[in-house]
């Protein structure tokens, strides 16, 4: 059975009627990767406030950083698996398949990420984020230490503190507008 066709329950503007900055952005997805993301459209409800995400998402995501694009991908899972965001769990276990190379990974990470085969690096990262997402609170120096021992420079727990962060507020948007990912990620690298 099908996933719904809706984008988003507060439905999204026609694309005709979008600012020519979002019109060429548009354009550029749909060249690209074949489709516009369902949350560009759904968050083009509020043009400023989807330029403001598209800006934080590509210093948070591609921006140089201690931490590759796939680690942060894996991290982007593991928190929408957290948190259940079945938009993120889609859409980012795709781009955990494609940079991986690995049919396997994106699925471990989104049901279990302790039955990954990880490198220590990886797993005291994802523990964090982990940790962070479901009991925030509870974070201590001793997860900073994990983190350092792992090979994390301050910088880059800077930069996994954001990422962490960023997909937190992106799973309760998610949530919050029912967003509904695009059919094409779950074909994706399959």
Not at 174 to 187: G, I, K, T, V
Request: include cysteine.
């Amino acid at each position: 059975m099908p996933q719904s066709d809706q984008i988003s329950a507060l439905g999204v503007p026609d694309p005709a009627t979008l600012d020519e900055d979002l019109q060429a952005i548009w354009a550029k997805c749909a060249e690209k990767l074949g489709f516009v993301p369902n949350v560009y459209s759904a968050l083009s409800l509020k043009p400023q406030k989807l330029r403001n995400f598209m800006a934080t998402y590509n210093e948070i995501m591609l921006a140089p950083s201690g931490l590759s694009k796939l680690e942060r991908e894996m991290v982007a899972v593991v928190v929408s698996s957290a948190n259940r965001c079945y938009y993120c769990l889609v859409a980012h276990g795709a781009s955990v398949r494609r940079l991986s190379g690995d049919p396997q990974l994106g699925e471990m990470l989104a049901l279990n990420y302790r039955v990954a085969p990880l490198p220590p690096r990886q797993r005291a990262m994802l523990d964090f984020a982990w940790k962070l997402t479901t009991e925030p609170y509870a974070i201590l120096e001793s997860d900073r230490d994990a983190l350092r021992a792992a090979g994390f420079s301050h910088e880059d727990m800077f930069d996994l503190a954001q990422t962490i962060g960023l997909f937190n507020l992106s799973n309760r948007m998610a949530a919050a507008l029912d967003l509904m990912p695009n059919a094409e990620y779950h074909r994706e690298t399959r």
